[in-house]
């Protein structure tokens, strides 16, 4: 019976002006979204109007009640019908229980059904003519000597069920045998709810009369027909058996899967094709059923399994069992399954075997990579983690591992990556993404280490698959000493040995980015060439180191003359540059110029000894005089040579424009 809400609808035909007159009806109505608890409107069936208010559909007394109080109200008077109708529907199954315990009980599960879905076909059959007749018999159906048996409510049902049970040989005694006792089922469940019952005596009145037609058309139909007709019936009904059996045995004999059948003592009843070939070498489909080549004792391939099984009181059991099959094995999952007929009483066992020899071999090879992956991951000397890309969590680390920070095993693994990583949580967020998207795979970090020391690393990372799991593999460097080493490089490469100034390869890399900028922004900046006047004689007087300590001077009083954005250099010997980043005014420029004549007139001591020098400065100005960072520093040179023409310690600004 469908599943949803318990639904009456109320005749409300005198609704348009005349008085209300009721005559409920019940019906179910698939649970949706527009049909909640005390939803209600009128409808129109069958050329009727309909009040229909809707209530949960549950075998719960309480609920019922519920049901029926709700499906009530001022203007609705409760009937018999209606709440007899509410209790049918909301108890299937506690008949289909009541009608399968007396079965048993009286041994009639002998000769019906073993499948209880075919009792629960012949409750709702049997509830559904009952509904019917509760929608349309205001009063109890009595019997009279001029009662039309044959437009009874249910009679159709009642002659097509007779001859149905007839043609499978049924007798009739047995028959009504039993529908008495569907009778007393019927009966039983209105002394059950009769709580919530308008008129239990009522209902069960109703049931008896009910019933009581049923039988009564059985028997007429059961009468009708000659010897003939009921030959006929016997013989489409085995016709019918002989179908059924065909349709058992080529479902049963296409089983991709090998099945066996065995009796209550563990002999093999019938195996299908896939089983017969498989222990049998047989390649003909049936042979088992129509030639009889069963064994006569316990199915010899699962007799250890099979004495253990049968006497237990398990329902089913599943094992791994092998199987030699010429310079083969295979493996299977063999399923024993105890067959139950509806008592409950033990027919037999069904054994299904499902190949799984590929799926063993599967995890065999799994297993194996797991085992090689696991010792080349413990024993690499390179650091390794596994780290979750979602939370950041350590999952594992390796030996050396542990060793490089400090941690053992356990509180490493009780870490996030974010508490060894110096980015922010952000940051490295972003990071754990692209590698797991396979965008980057080459990071260079900085980690901190438990004795609090931060080591610069280079790390290999990628996503991986470790039992499932989807993770990313890290494969750590140190390359703190490698850092060391290439800033080391770089810092000769870039800057002058003697005085620590950026030297000219580093200046005209700043002097391009300076230039590029100034375009971008509409800036302007200033390129001084500075050379210092008499540095020859120190030289001569001092010696080279007396020069170099000079010289050393002269750079730190330059330096300190500028913004700390801007940039002084050596160019060689004893000739400096200074680039004047985004300096927007000429009197800034020239102020600048000032201040470095006047650091270089100051006295310096060298070798004990005061010396004396001074400086010739030339100007170029960007964008003014060009763009080009070699043109500028070839003219700001050009204008120093003119301020040492000019008679030395002075300022000079290029005379060419572009």
Request: charged share 25%.
């Amino acid at each position: 019976m469908t599943r949803g809400r318990v639904c009456i609808l109320s005749d409300i035909g005198g609704f348009w002006g005349g008085p209300w007159r009721f005559r409920l009806m019940v019906t179910i109505f698939p649970d949706t979204d527009g049909m909640n608890t005390g939803n209600f409107g009128l409808y129109l069936l069958r050329g009727k109007f309909y009040l229909l208010r809707a209530a949960p559909l549950n075998r719960d007394k309480g609920l019922i009640s519920q049901a029926m109080k709700l499906n009530t109200g001022p203007d609705i008077s409760p009937s018999p019908q209606a709440s007899f109708a509410v209790v049918l529907e909301a108890s299937e199954e506690w008949l289909i229980d009541r009608i399968l315990a007396i079965a048993r009980q009286r041994n009639y599960i002998r000769y019906t059904s073993t499948l209880r879905e075919a009792w629960r076909l012949s409750i709702a059959s049997l509830s559904e003519q009952l509904l019917g007749a509760l929608a349309i018999c205001p009063e109890i159906p009595e019997l009279s000597p001029d009662t039309d048996f044959a437009a009874s409510p249910g009679a159709a049902f009642a002659v097509e069920e007779a001859r149905r049970h007839r043609a499978r040989g049924i007798d009739l005694s047995l028959f009504l045998g039993l529908m008495k006792y569907y009778r007393q089922s019927y009966v039983d469940l209105v002394d059950e709810r009769s709580e919530v019952l308008e008129d239990a005596q009522w209902c069960r009145r109703f049931v008896d009369r009910f019933f009581d037609r049923i039988e009564i058309c059985f028997c007429a139909a059961w009468a009708e027909g000659g010897e003939d007709e009921r030959i006929d019936e016997m013989r489409g009904a085995n016709r019918h058996l002989a179908n059924e059996k065909n349709k058992y045995l080529t479902i049963f004999e296409s089983l991709a899967p090998p099945v066996i059948l065995l009796d209550t003592e563990g002999r093999v009843d019938n195996l299908n094709f896939a089983a017969a070939r498989l222990f049998r070498k047989s390649a003909i489909p049936g042979s088992a059923y129509y030639g009889g080549e069963n064994e006569q004792g316990v199915f010899a391939w699962l007799e250890e399994e099979l004495e253990a099984f049968l006497p237990g009181e398990g329902t089913d059991l599943v094992l791994e069992k092998s199987l030699e099959d010429g310079d083969h094995e295979l493996v299977f999952e063999v399923r024993l399954q105890r067959m139950l007929d509806v008592s409950g009483k033990f027919t037999g066992i069904a054994v299904t075997l499902n190949d799984i020899t590929a799926r063993k071999a599967s995890e065999r090879a799994v297993r194996e990579r797991d085992s090689q992956y696991h010792a080349l991951f413990e024993n690499n000397h390179s650091v390794m983690l596994l780290i979750d890309p979602a939370s950041g969590a350590i999952v594992d680390a390796n030996p050396a591992a542990c060793t490089f920070y400090g941690y053992d095993h356990a509180a490493l693994t009780a870490m996030n990556i974010d508490q060894v990583n110096t980015l922010d949580r952000e940051e490295l967020r972003i990071e754990l993404e692209r590698a797991r998207g396979e965008e980057k795979r080459v990071f260079h970090f900085r980690h901190r280490r438990c004795d609090g020391e931060v080591r610069d690393v280079e790390v290999f990372s990628g996503p991986i698959r470790v039992r499932g799991r989807g993770l990313l593999y890290s494969i750590v460097h140190d390359v703190t000493e490698r850092r060391r080493l290439q800033d080391e490089i770089w810092h000769q490469a870039n800057y002058d040995a003697l005085t620590g100034l950026p030297n000219r390869s580093l200046f005209f890399d700043r002097l391009g980015q300076a230039i590029a900028q100034a375009r971008r922004n509409g800036s302007k900046g200033a390129l001084l060439f500075i050379d210092l006047d008499h540095f020859k004689a120190v030289n001569d007087t001092h010696g080279h180191a007396g020069g170099d300590q000079l010289l050393r001077e002269a750079a730190r009083r330059l330096a300190a003359c500028v913004r700390q954005s801007d940039t002084v250099a050596r160019m060689g010997g004893d000739e400096f540059t200074v680039l004047l980043a985004e300096a927007a005014e000429e009197e800034a420029v020239e102020e600048a110029c000032r201040r470095i004549l006047q650091q270089l007139s100051r006295p310096f001591e060298v070798s004990g000894q005061e010396a004396r020098v001074s400086g010739a400065v030339g100007i170029a100005l960007f964008p003014l005089h060009g763009e080009d960072p070699a043109v500028l520093l070839q003219r700001a040179d050009m204008a120093m040579y003119t301020a040492k023409e000019k008679g030395r310690n002075g300022v000079w600004l290029s005379g060419i424009p572009t």
